[in-house]
């Protein structure tokens, strides 16, 4: 009797192990792919083709160069997000009938742990919305907006007070206001996610004001109503549902740069 179960737990340690090889390779697997994925994508940015015919997105602007072919491959993308000395580069996209798709699918629309950055369904890029919020997984990697962690770090701040984020027509730079945790999913917590458009000065100005009472560390930077935010999320694990946070402010002069035909 004593025989059979040993034998028993050895066949199920047998199978747990080999489960357990089976999917840590799987995700090794999936890990190279997707990097080799989105190193390609960066490349086509580099390299992208400035004499090529332009695409008209709107009826004043058209698509830049650099993200002419990536949008023909996917009409979903409505920008690039980059942090210098970051893994931090990549494409955005917006799914608004499928909100959370690009949460765990690839810039190909492949099913993928990675998914994609992508903006809030109800965001609008090409208004803009006073608010954009970015979401990336954090992966245990390093890749997608694992790296925003280094906010955490005020020296890594004070060399990298901006972040770059261009939509298809324009490109632009946002300087950091403030970067903070909190927890999502908790109504006594900071809901930073519904914050989209300012009905008036007062919600836009109450929305800084607790961004920088929960900040890490004082940037000297504010914003007012007027201003147009990015406000960039990803997980956070010291805590269940946990957040890192990054907002920025456009910089001075580039909205109304964009806006000119």
């Given at each position: 009797m004593k025989k059979k179960i040993c034998i028993s737990l050895m066949a199920a340690f047998a199978v747990l192990f080999t489960v357990s090889v089976f999917f840590l390779i799987s995700n090794k697997v999936d890990e190279k792919a997707q990097a080799e994925k989105y190193e390609s994508i960066a490349e086509q940015v580099a390299q992208a083709d400035e004499t090529r015919e332009p695409i008209q997105y709107d009826m004043e602007k058209a698509i830049l160069s650099d993200y002419t072919e990536l949008y023909l491959q996917n009409s979903d993308m409505v920008g690039w997000i980059s942090v210098a000395d970051t893994n931090i580069n990549y494409p955005v996209m917006?799914?608004?009938d499928e909100?959370?798709?690009y949460l765990k699918h690839g810039f190909d629309k492949s099913y993928s742990n990675y998914g994609c950055p992508y903006i809030q369904e109800n965001c609008d890029v090409k208004s803009p919305s006073d608010?954009?919020?970015i979401y990336g997984h954090h992966m245990r990697n390093g890749t997608m907006f694992s790296d925003l962690t280094k906010y955490e770090d005020k020296s890594f701040w004070?060399?990298?007070?901006t972040v770059s984020f261009n939509a298809l027509t324009d490109k632009q730079e946002y300087e950091v206001i403030a970067v903070f945790k909190t927890v999502?999913?908790?109504q006594e917590a900071f809901r930073y996610y519904d914050f989209v458009n300012a009905d008036t000065a007062e919600d836009f100005d109450s929305?800084?004001?607790k961004c920088k009472e929960l900040a890490l560390f004082d940037t000297g930077v504010s914003a007012e109503y007027g201003d147009k935010l990015i406000t960039l999320s990803t997980c956070e694990y010291s805590r269940n549902n946990g957040r890192l946070v990054v907002v920025a402010?456009?910089?001075s002069g580039q909205l109304d740069a964009s806006e000119s035909p």
């Open positions: 917006q799914s608004k909100p959370n798709f608010n954009l919020i004070k060399s990298h007070k999502a999913y908790n929305y800084i004001a402010k456009l910089l």
